[in-house]
Each structure stands twice: as structure tokens, then as C-alpha cells.
């Protein structure tokens, strides 16, 4: 039954489109070495590959050459054939398939709690954000000179009444910054300037419009591990990129080393559950990408993104498309 499923047309894309990111990962990963690559924007760009081009790939080829999925296709010309795999028992008792469905199943478990029932919990929430307790004017003049050197139209700032540091940047035309008042009292003006920099560059660069692009084609590929993975990654990316350019136009690293410093979050003791368990994983993994962020700023210094190679850059598109072609 599973392997007939698997034979389909729909069990044949989410087969292929698994083994196509794995590929795509690997040159990618492989492209970084060969070629040394280690700006950021670079790399944000070539990991873009593993999420776009499997979506894709398969009714490319399936275009192409409609009896790619014939028997005397995957016996005299694919390099690797996932029909054979599939039909396989481990130990001769479990089939490969019925693993391959679990750990499929799994995965898809595993993006729903991490990342849609959250957007659920955010919407619920989002009306305490939107209640501005004051506008400080010294913040107002702080942004509105910030967005007059890096050429973008000030976004409206709104100050909530909150104990926990948050910055954040809504909306996808029309931007809003909101601060809360506990952050305005944690930084200094330096650290604030740093900070409310990072926040309108990721405006500059349409951090918005892109991520929330990207995460449908993530939404598209639920069930493939290597998206979860990659989209992190790519997200972490556009972090470290508004980082790099801030650093570029504040000239002030530890400013934004202490900024981001203030975000640190480490959960209260209490008796241990899973909600409790889940909270300190997620505090954990935010503390890990703030550790991140901050050994890169110290390598960095103040130099801006690298050229970016496009030879490189098609050639490693190519080599994913012409791999993927023979990986049915």
C-alpha cells in the first residue's frame, strides 16, 4: 500500500523533492569549500537554492522527458534510483518505506509545532503590541536620521509598556519599529542607534517581504527535513547580514555587541514539565544564534559584504540541475 502511494505522481514528488534537497545540499555545502565562500549574503543566496529549486525540479523534468519515471530510465540512466530503496527490508523485517513515511511524518509533526502553532499563538497575542504607551521623541529624531543616511522612508516607532527587551519591525509597505520601555532603559544611546540601525536595514532590504516568500516555499516542502533545516539557516543568514551592514554604517561594533547582548533570555526555575522543557530548549537555541551573532561581529570588524560571484553561483545552480535530473 505505502509503496504504491510512494509509486504516484504525488508520492513520487515529495520522494524526489527529498532526495533533490539532500543533493542541493550537499553541492551547496560543497560550493562553500570549493570556493571559499564565507560573506554571508553569498551564502544566504546559494542556500536559496535548496529551498527553491526542489520545488520545482521534479515537474521540470518530468516536462522534459515524460518516461523519466519508466523502468528503463531508472535501470540505464539515473545514478540513483529511490523505487529500489524503498522496496528494501531492513533486517527483513521492516520495509525502508514504512521508516522513510515515519521519519516523513515525523518531520511534518515537528514543523507544525515549532511553526505554525506559534503563528496562531502570535495572532492571539499581537493586540498587546499594537497599544502604544508614548512615543519618545529623542527615539523618533534617532530613527528618523538613521533612515536619511541609509536612503529609506522612516517607518512609525511605538513604545509598549513591557518588562521583557523586544524590537521588532511590522508590516510589509508601510513598517512600524515597536520598543518596549524596558529595552529604551537597558541601552545606552550608542547601543539604541546600533540597534534601531539593524532594524532599518532589515526594512532596507525587504527582510519581510523575502522571509515571508521563502517560508511559503517552506510551507510548500512541510514534510522535507532538509527545508527545516535550510530555512533556519537562511533566516539566520538575513540576521547576520543586517549585522554586517549595520557595523558598516555605525562604525561601532560593541554598540551593537552590547545591543544584542540585552536580548539574552534565560528562563525562570520551576517545576519541570514540558512546557518548561520546551521554553528552556527555545531559550537555549535564541541564546546559541545571539552567541552566534556576537563571534561574528568580532571577526568582521567594519567591512562590508564581499563581491558576489555569480560564475560560481550558476555553476552550483547547474551542477544541483544536472545531478537532480539522474535522481529519480
Same mark, same amino acid.
Given at each position: ?31 562553500? @569549500? ?9 551564502? @544566504? ?10 520545488? @520545482? ?6 516536462? &522534459? ?27 527483513? &523485517? ?24 506559534? &503563528? ?29 543616511? &541609509? ?9 509598549? $509598556? ?80 543586517? $549585522? ?46 545571539? $552567541? ?37
Amino acid at each position: 500500500m505505502i509503496i504504491r502511494i510512494l509509486s504516484s505522481y504525488p508520492g513520487m514528488y515529495i520522494t524526489q523533492s527529498v532526495l533533490h534537497s539532500l543533493v542541493a545540499l550537499i553541492i551547496v555545502e560543497f560550493s562553500f @569549500f570549493a570556493w571559499g565562500i564565507r560573506d554571508h549574503h553569498a551564502k @544566504f543566496r546559494y542556500r536559496l537554492l535548496t529551498l527553491t529549486l526542489p520545488v @520545482f525540479m521534479f515537474p521540470l523534468y518530468q516536462v &522534459i522527458t515524460p518516461q523519466r519515471s519508466a523502468w528503463y530510465f531508472r535501470l540505464n540512466t539515473a545514478l540513483f534510483d529511490s523505487q529500489r530503496w524503498i522496496e528494501l527490508n531492513l533486517l527483513g &523485517i521492516l520495509p525502508l518505506s514504512v521508516v522513510f513515511v515515519v521519519f516523513l511524518t515525523a518531520v511534518t509533526v515537528v514543523f507544525v509545532v515549532q511553526e505554525i502553532l506559534p &503563528i496562531f499563538r502570535e495572532r492571539s497575542s499581537s493586540g498587546e503590541l499594537e497599544t502604544c504607551e508614548e512615543v519618545h521623541d529623542s527615539l523618533d529624531a534617532m530613527l528618523e536620521s538613521i533612515c536619511h543616511a &541609509i536612503h529609506i522612508e522612516k517607518p512609525s516607532i511605538c513604545v509598549i $509598556d513591557e518588562h521583557l527587551p523586544i524590537l521588532v519591525t511590522q508590516g510589509f509597505k508601510d513598517h512600524s519599529v515597536i520598543v518596549s520601555s524596558h529595552l529604551i532603559k537597558a541601552l545606552d544611546k550608542d547601543q539604541m542607534r546600533g540597534a534601531l540601525t539593524h532594524e532599518a536595514v532589515h526594512i532596507m532590504r525587504d527582510s519581510s517581504i523575502k522571509t515571508q516568500l521563502i517560508y511559503l516555499l517552506r510551507i510548500l516542502m512541510f514534510y522535507n527535513p532538509v527545508s527545516l533545516v535550510e530555512f533556519r539557516r537562511v533566516v539566520h543568514d538575513d540576521e547576520f547580514i543586517c $549585522d554586517a551592514i549595520t557595523v558598516s554604517k555605525t562604525k561601532n561594533t560593541e554598540a551593537l555587541i552590547g545591543a544584542i547582548s540585552a536580548f539574552y533570555y534565560h528562563p525562570a526555575q520551576g517545576p519541570q514539565g514540558l512546557s518548561q522543557m520546551k521554553e528552556r530548549i527555545e531559550s537555549h537555541s535564541h541564546n546559541l544564534l545571539l $552567541d552566534e551573532r556576537i563571534r561574528k561581529l568580532q571577526e568582521i570588524g567594519h567591512e562590508g559584504p564581499e563581491r558576489f560571484g555569480w560564475v560560481p553561483f550558476m555553476l552550483t545552480a547547474s551542477v544541483i540541475l544536472m545531478m537532480g535530473y539522474l535522481v529519480v
